[in-house]
């Protein structure tokens, strides 16, 4: 049985990634995937490729898709912050904004968001923090989206669900906004070189409490808010119900890595990893690993922020436990399994 037609806007990102493949491991879904470049997984969907910055573009590329009941909705351009409103307003606009009116079929939008919707980026915040939390003062273009999403879903059948993850924990190709993927360089790195693996921010960050969310487990999760009848019109945090601190990860990366024990040595990774291009070349070829640029594979002041963060980052998330959706996943399994699958796909090398 058809369950729907559903697309993925930003369909090789980390989440829509593992959103697509959530809705294939589902079954019965027929998945069109937009972005600007082709899949580098295996898939079943069709990609649209598509600058959803050029409303000439979109609307010359998606004006066919009459027939969609499902749109998923995690695309991003721009830094780390909220601050990019206009950019990020046009990605919804473009892709959401031409689909919704076409598609007189459509069931229910989910909007992807995070934890800068309160404000997690800025500094201390309210921790936990939960869906009905005020907001904090923009800017910040998740209010942007999720008003304009809105005012055109007024007076139509169809419904949005608003989905906040924190920090995500997976693996994608050419994906740099990537928790695991810059934990692995670093490390990879400080191996080959023989220098300890150091925690490269301030004490308090290591200690601080943080909970993260599984792609893998957020892509079920996203299936599941575009289909729970009772999620129509709310908000759900989602993380992997385990909390954590760096300081008790630590001696967990540094054994699987093979490194030697570190201390905290709080420096910019930004600034350390500029020179280190040759290193990471070298390591491709030593080891035979999968060809990946060493920009593609991080963003060192993503790395900086996530490893500098003193304030506690805790997204109560007991209301899509007692929505009915229940999926967990131990926060330190989920680092192993991810360097797993990518030593499994050559990405990193075998062994410490």
Known sequence: MTKGKAVVVGGIGII????????????????????????????????????????TDARAKLTGLTDVTHIFY?????????????????????????????????QRVVLTQGGKYYGVHLGPHKSPSRENDPRHLPPDF??????????????????????????????????????????????????ELGVPLNYPGPEAGFKALNKFIDARLLGRCEVWAATEPTAAGEAFNITNASAMRWCNLWPVFTEYFGCE?????????????????????????????????????????????????TWDTILEDTKRLQFGFTGAIDTEQNFIEIFDQMRAERVIPASG
Request: proline share 5%; charged share 20%; with cysteine.
């Open 74 to 106: 995690m695309a991003l351009t721009g830094g780390l912050g909220g601050e990019n409103v206009e950019d990020n307003l046009a990605l919804v606009r473009n892709s959401v904004g031409v689909i919704a009116p076409i598609a007189p079929n459509l």
């Open 142 to 191: 998740y209010y942007n989206q999720q008003d304009y999403i809105a005012e055109l879903q007024k007076g139509q059948s169809w419904h949005y669900t608003c989905l906040r993850p924190e920090a995500v924990i997976g693996y994608a190709e050419g994906i740099p906004l990537n928790t695991a993927s810059l934990v692995a360089l670093y490390a990879v790195i400080c191996k």
């Open 16 to 55: 829509g990634r593992n959103t697509i493949q959530a809705l294939e491991a589902d079954g019965g879904w027929e998945i069109i995937g937009l972005s600007r470049r082709s899949p580098p997984f295996d898939t079943t969907a069709q990609f649209i490729s598509v600058d959803l910055l050029d409303e």
């Open 261 to 309: 024990p570190g201390v905290i040595l709080p420096i910019s990774l930004e600034s350390f990893m500029a020179d280190k291009e040759p290193v990471w070349d070298d390591i491709v070829r030593k080891y035979q690993l999968k060809k990946q640029s060493f920009s593609d594979f991080g963003v060192w002041s993503f790395a900086d922020w996530f490893f500098g963060r």
